[in-house]
């Protein structure tokens, strides 16, 4: 079965990262040795979904971002992916709480 290369446009900017590095995340991608859940082109392992508003950290700005689009289809503010802004969000910022590492 042949595999197909989704591109996606990555949520912030890669440029920094050097090119090998980027073009290794892609690959890591297509082959199935990392996860992009979200499809944002960023490996799950690197992101910190805890951290909604971007500041670097799940914290109580997160949540109160959180319930601003509680019961939204998301993205913003589904921690968990699955489709929904709920409480599995909240417990997952709670669960996830502090510095992104």
């Known amino acids: 079965m042949e595999k197909s290369l989704k591109v996606v ?3 912030f ?6 090119l090998a590095q980027r073009v290794d995340d892609v690959l890591d991608i297509w082959d199935g ?6 499809n944002d082109g ?3 392992e ?7 508003n971007g500041d670097g950290a799940g914290n109580v700005l997160d ?5 601003e689009n509680w019961g939204q289809t998301g993205p ?3 921690t968990t992916n699955d489709g929904t ?3 599995d969000d909240i417990l997952y910022i709670l669960d996830n709480w502090g510095a992104c590492t």
Do not use: H, R, W, Y
């Open 9 to 11: 446009k990555p949520k």
């Open 13 to 18: 900017p890669t440029a920094s990262a050097p």
């Open 33 to 38: 040795t990392s996860q992009d859940s979200n």
């Open 42 to 44: 960023v490996l799950d």
């Open 46 to 52: 690197c992101e910190c979904f805890a951290d909604v």
């Open 63 to 67: 949540i109160l971002m959180l319930l």
């Open 76 to 78: 913003i503010g589904d």
């Open 85 to 87: 802004v709920n409480v």
